[in-house]
T-cell receptor, first 118, second 114 residues
């Protein structure tokens, strides 16, 4: 079973629309970290955010916001007033940090391709 | 400039011809890792290293080897490449020894095995 599920393979929106990318994770660890990375058409991978399992506060950074809910094992990412430059593949990832065999492993979802049309 | 450098960026090779993809970072990071990216499958971890001389398998280690003789370098070795190893490969490093921090990625190496 996948540890990180991004059910939306592709999303298309028109500029200025808000869009939410879903991420559901699975872990038995008490301590873990969740990440979002962006891969624009140029191909590089860019870190967006890290959240640890003990901090459920939502985070906002400009037009980006993240909603972490342990009760539903979700870490969703919302872009407000989307722009063409937001077009990219977005990956959610999980790192388990309890001492054990998975320390050091990083599990990525399959990614969501976001296309923002002008 | 802080960076992770991979070489080669592009390579076309034939089945069975050993090749090495080099990865070097200049940030004194403890943790380094290799991933492959395939359409519809996202990024999958191949191997990782939390320290010099310490390496561990990720999700898809079959057909690959790595070594970590120095902190800055983490080469990926394909002893006998096969067509199913055609992929886009990324090397990454992190200040956190267990990889729970921000990952800095190289630009990627596109490998085609004929």
């Amino acid at each position: 079973a996948q540890k990180v599920t991004q059910a939306q393979t592709e999303i298309s929106v028109v500029e200025k629309e808000d869009v939410t990318l879903d991420c559901v994770y699975e872990t038995r660890d008490t301590t873990y970290y969740l990440f979002w990375y962006k891969q624009p058409p140029s191909g590089e991978l860019v870190f967006l955010i890290r959240r640890n399992s003990f901090d459920e506060q939502n985070e906002i950074s400009g037009r980006y916001s993240w909603n972490f809910q342990k009760s539903t094992s979700s870490f969703n990412f919302t872009i407000t007033a989307s722009q063409v430059v937001d077009s990219a593949v977005y990956f959610c990832a999980l790192s388990e940090a309890d001492r054990g065999s998975t320390l050091g492993r990083l599990y990525f979802g399959r990614g969501t391709q976001l296309t923002v049309w002008p | 400039e802080a960076q992770v450098t991979q070489n080669p960026r592009y390579l076309i090779t034939v089945t069975g011809k050993k090749l090495t993809v080099t990865c070097s970072q200049n940030m004194n990071h403890e943790y380094m890792s290799w991933y492959r990216q395939d359409p519809g499958l996202g990024l999958r971890q191949i191997y990782y290293s939390m320290n010099v001389e310490v390496t561990d398998k990720g999700d898809v280690p079959e057909g690959y080897k790595v070594s970590r003789k120095e902190k800055r370098n983490f080469p990926l070795i394909l002893e006998s490449p096969s067509p199913n190893q055609t992929s886009l490969y990324f090397c990454a490093s992190s200040l956190s020894p267990t990889g729970i921090g921000e990952l800095f990625f190289g630009e990627g190496s596109r490998l085609t095995v004929l």
